[in-house]
């Protein structure tokens, strides 16, 4: 079967790198992939967000299926577009991408079915969310109702800056339409940990749990970033936890969203914080995790694409997930500067396999891959230990290099002493 995958980051080199492994697929194509994509798919260069020419492409090539990562393009109605065409898809409708596209639905969602989630407000004018900031407790979350590329979301540790914080998204738009809308909500705690999870509207099968490292620098410290390396299993995530969040928090999704007329079909991600009080979702996506794809699906062991396609199906039920009995980790190697202003174009060599090393922001020039982004790689291994897969990772990461060069050198670290405390 030939398949198209939708997409340019490290996220899609990790779910193309697993349909590789699959005896049903005769071959991928990328779009629009990036240079080092280029290695295991035929990538060809159309924006993801121009749904009409995505569409064309898959009906002049004779798509068979199609599986559509990002969120852009999912919000705007790829699934939509490609299954009017015959095409199915792996990924959500329009209507049920909304639970990421507007934080203001998953929050009053959540609400309305009784999901475990912060206490919030959300609001369309600045003096009423001003008003309602001076009679909060700080830290506060501020959150853009839209899309923002992961970057919609500022924890003000006072009033002066959470005022500032929604200025900044409703009057200086500097998420553009995004923040015409805004959610305030209380400052959780506890550790975070992200479960993607395999729906068809039907069944839920939660994936394999992994804890993100958002922060730029080692120990946690500078800015927030969309990523800059995961872990997996989460060590707090226990099978008691995993049992409450089924029950009170991925199957009640599932539901609201059957009731609400949106079926959710694909990737759900949950993004929860284990709160004294309990489990909480502080958001949902509507797509793989990056970089959280990239230590998930390393440790898959069922056929991805078999999977994915009793999804789109509806027949998940009828397939049994398996995961391997492992530890992953993935440390990202960015440009420095990153998330801020950083310089690109500059030659990676490797002195080491390029399996489970997915390329986030590269491209070809000639039979060199040069840097093209912040996040340029995502160097992933697996062992029986969390320990040794971290201690391969960083070894791979040793044998690759390109000119400023950054990496956290602390991936892991906190999980590791989470298993040490529960001993």
């Known amino acids: 079967m030939k398949v198209l995958v939708v997409g340019n980051g490290g996220r899609e080199h990790a779910i193309i790198q697993s349909l590789k492994k699959s ?23 159309i924006n993801v967000k121009d749904i009409e020419k995505v569409t064309a492409f898959a009906v002049e090539n004779k798509v068979d299926f199609a599986v559509v990562a990002p ?99 409703m009057e200086d738009k500097v998420f553009g339409a995004s923040g015409a809308n805004v959610v305030i909500e209380e400052f959780l705690t506890g550790p975070e940990v992200s479960v993607l999870s395999f729906t068809d509207g039907k069944t839920l099968v939660p994936m394999v749990s992994s804890m993100d490292h958002k922060r730029a620098l080692d120990n946690d410290k500078g800015l927030n970033t969309g990523g800059m390396g995961t872990v997996a299993p989460n060590p707090y995530y226990t099978e008691e936890i995993a049992k409450e969040c089924m029950e009170k928090i991925f199957l009640p999704t599932m539901d609201a969203m059957n009731k609400e007329g949106r079926t959710f079909k694909g990737c759900l991600y949950f993004g929860l914080m284990l709160t004294p009080k309990g489990p909480k979702v502080i958001e949902y996506n509507c797509r793989f995790g990056d970089p959280e794809t990239q230590v998930v699906l390393p440790l898959l062991k069922t056929d991805l694409f078999e999977i994915m396609q009793a999804v789109s199906k509806g027949e998940l039920d009828k397939v049994k997930v398996e995961f391997k009995k492992k530890s992953a980790c993935c440390v990202i190697m960015a440009s420095e500067g990153y998330p801020a202003s950083y310089e690109k174009g500059f030659e990676i060599t490797f002195s080491t396999s390029r399996k489970n090393v997915f390329v986030a922001g590269a491209k070809l020039d000639g039979d060199k891959l040069l840097t093209n982004g912040g996040r340029v790689l995502g160097v992933t291994a697996t062992a029986f230990t969390l320990k040794g897969a971290i201690k391969k990772s960083y070894k791979k990461v040793e ?24 001993k």
């Open 23 to 45: 005896k049903k697929i005769t071959e991928i194509i990328a779009v629009a992939g990036n240079g080092g994509i280029a290695a295991d798919a035929k990538t060809v260069d």
């Open 399 to 422: 044998k690759i290099s390109f000119k400023n060069a950054y990496y956290r050198k602390d991936i892991g670290a906190r999980a590791l002493k989470a298993y040490e405390e529960k």
């Open 71 to 169: 969120d852009d393009p999912l919000v705007l109605g790829a699934v939509n577009a490609l299954n009017e065409k015959g095409i199915p898809c792996f990924g959500p409708t329009k209507e049920a991408a909304i639970i990421e596209g507007s934080k203001v639905f998953s929050k009053n969602l959540m609400k309305k079915y009784n999901i475990p989630t912060a206490n919030y407000e959300t609001f369309s004018d600045m003096e009423s969310a001003y008003k309602y900031l001076e009679t909060q407790d700080m830290p506060i979350v501020i959150k853009a109702d839209g899309l923002a590329l992961g970057k919609g979301v500022i924890i003000a540790e006072n009033l002066e800056d959470a005022k500032a914080a929604v200025k900044s998204m």
